[in-house]
């Protein structure tokens, strides 16, 4: 039984494209979130979303836009992909100020 | 800029020899998390501390919470090659609602 889930694993696109991830938690948790990890490893915290409703929204381009359709997912998309964009996302999920489940990522690698 | 500082940013040592990762915050930590994330995994939770001072164990691992609440140390004594991989600190800086991570500190374990 997973406890995050997130698809798909693996994304290749090209610049320009519009791509989806989706993310699924299965632990009853209220809080998920979205992290960018790029190439040196820095883990930075993009959204949080606490019963559906936006809580953070770090300086992110709004070619980014999160949405939470229930409290089980959040999903990521993104417009106009850049090569900057290339990176490995996080979904995670907690109760609040808890610790933070993370599900296996996603590879985005923007051509 | 980042916040959150580790050091070092990597270490490389012989299975059986000691390992020390030190997190420092400019600020004032409400708490402190820690997390491990195996090559080509995701970060997986270890502990959080909270109380100045804190100092807890599992195992070979012994974690500190500095006394002002703006540094954390985890130590890991007789490393072996399971405990290969990157280590996060991750903390609220003041009131902040988010979770701030560390640089990391990549630990390579070799017989």
């Known amino acids: 039984d997973t406890a995050v889930s997130q698809t798909p694993k693996y994304l290749v696109t090209q610049m320009g494209n519009d791509k989806s991830i989706k993310c699924e938690q299965n632990l009853g948790h209220d809080t998920m979130y979205w992290y960018k990890q790029d190439s040196k490893k820095f883990l930075k915290i993009m959204f949080s979303y606490n019963n559906k409703e936006l809580i953070i929204n770090e300086t992110v381009p709004n070619r980014f836009s999160p949405k939470s359709p229930d409290k089980a997912h959040l999903n990521l998309h993104i417009n106009s992909l850049e090569l900057g964009d290339s990176a490995v996302y996080f979904c995670?999920?907690?109760?609040?100020?808890?610790?933070?489940?993370f599900g296996p990522g996603t590879r985005l690698t923007v051509t | 800029g980042q916040q959150v500082m580790q050091i070092p940013q990597y270490q490389h040592v012989q299975e059986g020899e000691d390992f020390t990762t030190y997190c420092n915050s400019s600020t004032t930590l409400s708490n402190i998390q820690w997390y491990k994330q195996r090559p080509g995994g995701h970060p997986v939770f270890l502990i959080q501390?909270?109380?100045?001072?804190e100092v807890k164990k599992q195992k070979r691992l012994t974690f500190q919470f500095g006394e002002a609440k703006k540094n954390s140390s985890l130590h890991i004594t007789a490393t072996q090659t399971t405990d290969v991989g990157t280590y996060f600190c991750?903390?609220?800086?003041?009131?902040?609602?988010?979770?701030?991570f560390g640089t990391g500190t990549r630990l390579q374990v070799t017989l």
């Open positions: 991750a903390g609220r800086l003041g009131t902040a609602s988010k979770l701030t």
């Open positions: 501390l909270v109380k100045s001072g």
């Open positions: 995670a999920s907690s109760q609040v100020n808890q610790m933070q489940y």
